[in-house]
């Protein structure tokens, strides 16, 4: 495959506004930092909580026909053996004999003998693994190793009786799942685009066999649609249809929503049809019946699944990447982070005007009543300007500014960080305001 062509200038220009903004930091920086993995700063930490929120209201508090959980990372061992993933679960990996760099053997040129760095003889592809071992309890042995989950779906198919039972939910229903998952990836890169520790959004949606197809439509849709409306750019998506040579090994169908990265195109998120493969695997490991009936279907049936599946982490750079413009105003280049407002980490960023004439504890007071409700900020130091740029760069969508008018027609100026406008707007109209922007 040839390699896609890399705008690193902006990747280098994210990553560095990321450190100063306190959006994503490298982790265990000093010491050296741990290469593939990565903390969140203050505004990063809100970001991802709202994008989860987002995600989890989206795809269970706003519908009837889904259910939420949230189950351990450690499952029992036999889980990954049974759905595959001791066996298949891994990538092809080769080596330059020359410059010691490795890569995974499908993504360079299909039949090359030489290193795509420094034309270096490769060695034979092997198989690795690509699952995280630990051992529970004291002895490392054999007979004591977990893996760390490499995806969160397994923790739904083995709870789907219990959830079944308990949510007294009928087919088709779903449950959706956020949490951690981790993969010895051979090639991690691209910032948090591809990391070993990273978080899933994902959600598994149970239908009759005959209704597969269907459902696997509507659920493309609805994905799409919710990149839509988190605001992105919608040009820079597209649909991937994998072929027969890129189907995991649990899937009948699958396609990528794929978003246009500064390092070429790339997989968001993967929507995959695994028909009863997970279910019946784990009847027969497991030896329970796992069939699902009810007064509509008079028959017993494994369902097929519908998998909706995300990178939390993955979605979080993409609305960096989307985010970031550059405008020069009076000759000087500034940054604006076009954030939407729903996942915005700062809601809104309160000002006065001036340091005087009761400005400062007017706008406290505003401060104070919006923070019962929103993320907002209060900042009182240098020029309006300054301020006003700061809150671009941290993706604020509107800053409030209390004036002399303020203090005699309890009016303040709301400011839009992509129109620019200004509108005067009194406290309940902007509290008004706001809730629409933000939970609309
Ligand atoms: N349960 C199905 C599954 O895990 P996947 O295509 O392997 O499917 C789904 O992964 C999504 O998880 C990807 O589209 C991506 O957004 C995210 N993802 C996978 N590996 C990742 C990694 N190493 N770092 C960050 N995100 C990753």
């Known amino acids: 495959m040839a390699k896609p062509k890399a705008n690193t200038e902006t990747m280098d ?36 909580r709202n994008l989860k929120t987002f995600w989890w209201d989206a795809m269970t508090n706003r519908r009837d026909d889904i ?3 949230d189950a351990s990372i450690l499952m029992h061992p036999k889980v990954w053996h049974t759905s595959g993933h001791v066996k298949e679960f891994s990538d092809p990996l080769i080596d330059c004999k020359r410059c010691k760099r490795r890569f995974r ?5 299909e039949g ?33 190793i977990v893996f760390l989950r490499p995806e969160t779906a397994q923790g739904i198919y083995v709870n789907f009786l219990n959830v079944k039972n308990s949510s007294r939910q ?65 040009n820079k998506l597209r649909w991937h249809k994998h072929g027969e040579d890129e189907l995991a090994h649990y899937a009948k169908t699958a396609y990528d929503i794929e978003y246009e990265y500064p390092f070429g195109w790339q997989e968001l998120e993967g929507v ?41 982490d993955r979605t979080l750079l993409t609305i960096l990447v989307d985010a970031y413009d550059e405008v020069e105003i009076k000759g000087e280049i500034r940054v604006f982070m076009r954030i939407s407002p729903k996942v915005a980490p700062i809601k809104a960023a309160i000002f006065p005007l001036v340091k005087k004439e009761g400005m400062p504890e007017y706008a406290e007071k505003i401060y104070k009543e919006l923070k019962k409700r929103f993320k907002v900020f209060y900042d009182i130091s240098g020029a309006i300007g300054r301020r ?20 005699e027609d309890d009016t303040m100026t709301v400011r839009d960080r992509d129109s620019m406008e200004q509108t005067r707007l009194k406290l309940p109209e902007i509290v008004k305001f706001l809730d629409e922007k933000v939970n609309g």
């Open 272 to 312: 995959h049809n695994r028909t009863d493969f997970d279910l019946s695997r784990h009847k027969e490991a497991t030896g329970k019946d796992l069939r699902y009936s009810d007064d509509v279907y008079r028959e017993k049936f494994i369902p097929y699944i519908i998998e909706t599946s995300a990178g939390c």
């Open 105 to 109: 053997a499908d993504k360079i040129e």
């Open 67 to 69: 259910e939420g959980l």
């Open 388 to 407: 006003y740029a700061r809150m671009d760069e941290a993706g604020t969508p509107f800053c409030i500014t209390i004036d002399g008018q303020s203090l």
């Open 170 to 234: 009928k087919i088709p229903f779903g449950i959706a799942q956020i949490g951690k998952a981790f993969r010895n990836e051979i090639t991690p890169g691209n910032f948090i685009f591809r990391t070993r520790e990273f978080e899933q959004m994902e959600m598994q949606f149970f239908v009759h066999p005959s209704e597969d197809e269907k459902w696997f439509e509507y659920w493309r849709e609805e994905r799409w649609k919710w990149y839509e409306s988190l605001g992105l750019n919608m």
């Open 13 to 48: 220009k994210i990553v560095s506004l990321c450190k100063r903004k306190g959006f994503v930091y490298q982790s265990s920086e000093i010491y050296g930092g741990l290469s593939s993995c990565w903390d969140y700063g203050p505004l990063g930490a809100e970001l991802k």
């Open 112 to 144: 090359s003998k030489k290193c795509p760095e420094c034309g270096g003889e490769l060695t034979d592809v092997r198989q690795f693994n690509l699952m995280f071992k630990t051992f529970m309890g004291p002895i490392e042995d054999e007979a004591n």
